[in-house]
């Protein structure tokens, strides 16, 4: 059993957070404080010089709004890199999957890991599951990530807040420990 806190200095793992995700093809989408939740944990990790790490969705459909070149490709104004924070590209669902992530996290020494960003269900569930099953300690945060509404499998309407609550259930004490911003940052071990 996974403890409730990861310990100081886990790596900060942002996933996609990219002007992509506000066009507004995505439809209705849950968790509208999210990124506020993304900046808390930014400046707390950066005023502890916390290893932060971003994952850009380089995307090589022609249509994706995440394609290098278009503007939603773009990291968010609330959390662009800082020189020195690694930016991992990937070209899958996967933060894993033909990127050297975990060779690079390995080599650095870091086996936890806090995760934010989005879709819930997308990328941020593959790269969650790929990191427990490859041993590192994950810890998710649920608020600090957000979906959009879908139809399930049968074609009934779930709303993004369903969707969401299904991905967080799918991967709690499976592949990670699920925690909120505040219950990450109260539990924190003093610097």
């Not at 059993?1 to 506000?22: C, E, H, K, N, T």
């Not at 995760?115 to 997308?122: H, K, R």
Request: proline content about 6%; glycine content about 8%; some cysteine.
């Amino acid at each position: 059993m996974r403890s409730s806190a990861p310990s100081a200095g886990a790596v900060l793992l942002l996933i996609d957070l990219q002007r992509a995700i506000d066009h507004p093809s995505w439809g209705e989408r849950n968790n509208p404080a999210a990124e506020k939740q993304v900046s808390r944990l930014l400046a707390h990790w950066r005023s502890r010089s916390w290893p932060v790490w971003h994952v850009r969705h380089d995307s090589t459909e022609p249509g994706s709004h995440y394609r290098p070149g278009q503007p939603g490709h773009e990291f968010k104004a609330s959390n662009v890199p800082l020189p020195g924070e690694p930016v991992i590209a990937k070209r899958t669902n996967n933060a894993f999957i033909g990127t050297g992530l975990e060779d690079r996290l390995r080599a650095a020494g870091h086996t936890t890991l806090v995760v934010a960003g989005v879709i819930t269900n997308n990328s941020v569930e593959a790269t969650v599951r790929m990191a427990g099953n490859l041993g590192f300690d994950t810890y998710l945060v649920a608020d600090g990530c957000f979906t959009f509404a879908r139809a399930d499998w049968n074609g009934t309407p779930r709303s993004a807040d369903d969707v969401h609550a299904m991905s967080l259930a799918n991967l709690d004490q499976e592949y990670c420990t699920v925690v909120t911003t505040d219950a990450l940052l109260d539990n924190r071990q003093p610097h």
